[in-house]
């Protein structure tokens, strides 16, 4: 079928705006309603499983160390996430009781196959997260967990980050709950948390008038930083990824905690940070580290929800208020202004939005 773009300039603004509703597709199909519990298809035993193995590449890989954040946290079971090139190469040490998970929206890309095939020669099961479920990488793996956000074209990827991310979410609450990490009544309390999910994405879209008024100071930078701890140090990553795709502009992702180690050399009074804190178990440590770059003449764009709004160090100049949810869904939440701060500083520099130069929407070559 023909992809319209409706009454919207870019795929990559349409695909933004689809998020609410691809995520609710996706998590629809990894819970039951009825119950409010996981029902992850594939019949998996979460209770079989030593260790989880992932490999992807690009915002593929992103949501992958997403997916170790929350399955870690959540279900105690030990994931490694690897950029798949990387991987392939270097003769990783693996044990055939570890799962491996391909995570490729294309299912397509071509490190990512061979670094899934490696796994498979070491005996491991295998496991895929696709969007599109007839590509190679689905057609090989024991199980297929699609996600359902339709077809992405813009060639930064935007919906499918998030329909991943709500897709491990879902894994990692089945894992919890199927090693006996939590109880009945809490993986009730998760899901009901996660299927509030698209409305509270739906919500964090409308910051877009807010982003785009940043977005005008921000295409002035050379360079910008992001950072965040915990689930935000993977979501930096990602809108730092964002940024450089599509506005050429030189951004890196940080853990917050690192800032000393290196990054602060940077700030100055042209370099814009973006700090992503919601008003979780971290945010003192992330207001800290706000401080610090304030006190260097850094200029903060402070992305945030309500309490930490209240709770802010004074002095930050621009602040991006996302709605209030529970930490479980803070990345899903989260990450719509990322994905429009990088649209809007695209647009103002007047670049290809859809087809950045020297990308490619899937890379089958190694
Ligand atoms: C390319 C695309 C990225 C994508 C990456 C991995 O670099 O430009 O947007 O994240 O490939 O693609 P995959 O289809 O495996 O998720």
Redesign the pocket.
């Known amino acids: 079928a023909v992809m319209e773009k409706g009454n919207y300039r870019h795929f990559m603004e349409k695909e933004i705006h689809d998020q609410p509703e691809g995520c609710q597709r996706t998590i629809a199909a990894y819970v039951d309603t009825l119950t409010d519990r996981t029902a992850v298809p594939g019949g998996l035993d979460f209770k079989a499983i030593e260790r989880i193995q992932i490999v ?6 992103i949501a992958g160390m997403m997916g170790k954040y929350l399955i870690e946290k959540l279900a105690d079971l030990p994931v490694d996430v690897e950029i798949a090139s990387e991987f392939r190469y270097r003769e990783p040490a693996l044990n055939a009781g570890s799962l491996a998970i391909a ?7 071509a490190d ?1 196959l061979a670094a899934l095939r490696y796994c498979q020669a070491k005996g491991m099961k295998s496991a895929a997260i ?2 599109t479920v007839e590509s190679t ?1 689905a057609r090989e793996v024991d199980v297929i967990w699609p996600i359902h956000c339709g077809p992405e074209i813009g ?3 935007t919906k ?2 998030t329909a991943q991310v709500s897709v491990l979410t879902a894994l990692a609450v089945a894992a919890a709950r199927a090693r006996g990490r939590i109880d009945e009544a809490e993986e009730q309390r998760l899901v009901r948390v996660l299927l509030e999910a698209p409305r509270l994405i739906a919500e964090s879209i409308q910051l877009e008038d807010a982003v785009r008024g940043i977005a005008v100071e921000v295409a002035k930078a050379r360079d910008v930083l992001y950072l965040g701890r915990g689930p935000m140090y993977p979501l930096s990553l990602e809108g730092a990824l964002k940024l450089k ?1 599509i506005s050429y502009i030189h951004a890196e992702g940080y853990a917050a905690g690192e800032l000393k180690h290196g990054p602060i050399a940077l700030v100055d009074e042209h370099t814009p940070i973006v700090i992503l804190a919601p008003f979780d178990s971290y945010f003192e440590k992330s207001a800290s580290n706000m401080s610090e770059v304030m006190a260097r003449g850094g200029q903060v764009v402070f992305i945030t929800d309500p309490d930490g709004e209240r709770h802010a160090p004074a002095g930050a100049r621009v602040v991006v208020t996302a709605p209030r949810c529970d930490p479980l869904i803070a990345p899903l939440v989260m990450s719509a202004p990322i994905q429009l701060l990088a649209y809007h500083v695209a647009l103002q520099k007047g670049a290809d939005v859809d087809q950045p130069r020297n ?5 089958t070559v190694e």
Do not use: R, W
């Open positions: 992807a590449c690009g915002t593929s890989y995570m490729s929206q294309s299912g397509e890309t990512t696709v969007n990488i060639v930064a990827s499918a980050f795709e990308l490619a929407k899937s890379v």
